[in-house]
C-alpha cells in the first residue's frame, strides 16, 4: 500500500468517521501549534463549570480570579544573576532578530517576601555568635 492511498487530507469528514464521534467541535481560533494556547484553554475549560455556577458553593470559596494570561504568558522568560544579563539579552536580541524587546517583571534586589519570617528560630550558643 502507498502512502497517498492513506494520508489524505479532507475538509469534511467522511460520514463513516463522523458519525461515531460525538460532540466533536473545531475551533478555528485555537492552533495546534500553539501549546501555550491550548494549555490555557484546557484550564479555562476545567474551570468553566464553576464560573457557570455549576459547582458547589464550597469549591467557590477557594476559586481564585480567573486571568486570560498567566504572568509571564507564553514568552520567554530569562532570570539573570546581576545587571549584566541586560546587555547580553540586547545583544542576543538584535543577533536573532526577535521584534518585541525585553520587559523586566521584578526587580534588582532579591528580597523575601513580606510573608517570610526573617528571624531564625535557632537561639545562639556558644560557638554560634548572633
Known sequence: MRAREFITEQSKLPPEIADPMRYTYVLPGISASDPYRNYRFGVAMARARSDMGQDSTEAEKFMPNWQTETA?????????????????????????????GKHLVSTAQSEEPKSIDTVSPVKPFRGYKR
Open 72 to 100: 509571564f504568558g507564553e514568552h520567554g522568560v530569562i532570570s539573570g544573576f546581576d545587571a549584566n544579563v541586560d546587555t547580553v539579552i540586547d545583544r542576543a536580541l538584535a543577533m536573532t532578530r526577535t521584534p518585541g
